[in-house]
């Protein structure tokens, strides 16, 4: 990992209709590692991603990349940020109309425009190092839950991007497909290389595969470190939290 962190946010707000969301973010993605992002439900994690990947845009403070501020980044610039990103949802967003084949092309038939030879080479050879070559040709209402998984991730690598966001990707996985899916993805780091950073609220489990962690409470970073400094860690509510323990002011309203 290099030293100036691939992103930096600073003073990051945001609110809609008038409710505050982010109140002033300050946190760092190191370049090359997995960035846990946790708190508790309804705190503006997934907000954040979308505003480090641009589909927000922020009532105040700056997102730098590289050392870049991207407020002040040309057009193009910021074209050129976002083909380098990548985004896999939630709810994984597959298209139950078209073939698993086509839901990992889509990226690059729309986005980077790929002549049709060129698709079909990177998405045989994303299938086959994620092992999805003998279902290209099904439908994702055909496929088990965790093979959806594969198939939003592959979507998500075939454009060979820098930065990945991963909004929640172990929702609703019972908790064996859950460790499944937290080491495909870091498997796949390690493999090709890319920065992460990923939503969760499975603890422990997340720090097994994070370099870097960061708690999101009431709009704010509470606290950011390492997954082992963490552990360590004398600040109330991030105790609380990782014990599982509700907040008092959560009781009292």
């Known amino acids: 990992m290099t030293s100036q962190p691939m992103i930096e946010i600073r003073g990051l707000t945001k609110a809609f209709a008038g409710q505050p969301v982010l109140r002033g973010v300050d946190m760092t993605v190191p370049e090359g590692a997995v960035t846990a992002v946790i708190g508790k439900s309804g705190e503006g994690k997934s907000v954040l991603l ?3 990947i641009g ?3 922020p009532d105040a403070g700056d997102i730098l990349f590289q050392g870049q501020a991207l ?15 990548s985004y896999m949802f939630q709810n994984m967003a597959l298209f139950d109309s078209i073939t698993v084949f086509d839901n990992i092309a889509l990226p690059l038939r729309e986005t980077a425009r790929q002549p049709e030879d060129e698709v079909a080479e ?8 994620l092992e999805l070559s003998g279902i290209l040709a099904k439908f994702p209402s055909q496929i088990s839950g965790g093979m959806q998984k594969r198939v939003a991730l592959a979507r998500a690598l075939v454009t060979e991007p820098g930065l990945v966001l991963f909004d929640e990707p172990t929702t609703g996985l019972d908790p064996i497909r859950k460790a499944a899916v ?9 493999e090709f290389g890319f920065t992460a950073v990923l939503v969760s609220h499975d603890i422990p489990d997340v720090f097994g595969v994070a370099g870097h962690v960061a708690m999101l409470d009431t709009g704010r970073i509470v606290w950011e470190g390492s997954p ?10 991030v105790r609380r939290f990782l014990a599982g323990q509700p907040d008092p002011e959560d009781a009292d309203s």
């Open 50 to 52: 979308k505003h480090i």
């Open 55 to 57: 589909l927000l845009k």
């Open 71 to 85: 407020s002040v980044a040309g057009a193009a610039e910021r074209r050129a940020f976002r083909r380098r990103c």
């Open 122 to 129: 990177r998405v045989g050879a994303m299938a086959a190092r």
């Open 182 to 190: 937290l080491a495909l993805i870091d498997q796949s780091r390690r």
């Open 228 to 237: 082992e400094a963490i552990a360590a860690c004398d600040d109330p509510v």
